[in-house]
């Protein structure tokens, strides 16, 4: 299972963030995720961990963030997520 770093351990890894980016999703998009992740663990009877793994940059200029700030935007960014985004990995044990 992958465990978020905290504050503490990204100021001491990589300094202090120019900002932070919060990911949102609609209810019902994670539900269909969580549903998709949990059918690799199903069908590999426990033996595969599924997760999302979306290998992107984001790209964001003066003129986004001016947009946003005016209300033009409702948000900063955007990143999307396919199917061939969903990968496994088997679980030590």
Known sequence: MSQRMTMDEVLKEYG??????DIHAKR????????K??????LSNGAE???LDIDC???IDVDDIDRYLSGELD?????????EDIK?????G
Do not use: H, W
């Open 16 to 21: 202090v963030p120019q900002v932070k980016l």
């Open 57 to 59: 940059k984001l790209f």
């Open 49 to 51: 961990q599924g997760y």
């Open 75 to 83: 948000t900063v960014g955007e990143i999307y997520a396919f199917p």
């Open 28 to 35: 019902s998009e994670l539900l269909a995720l969580r549903e």
């Open 37 to 42: 992740l949990m059918a690799i663990r199903d």
């Open 88 to 92: 496994s990995y088997k679980e030590n």
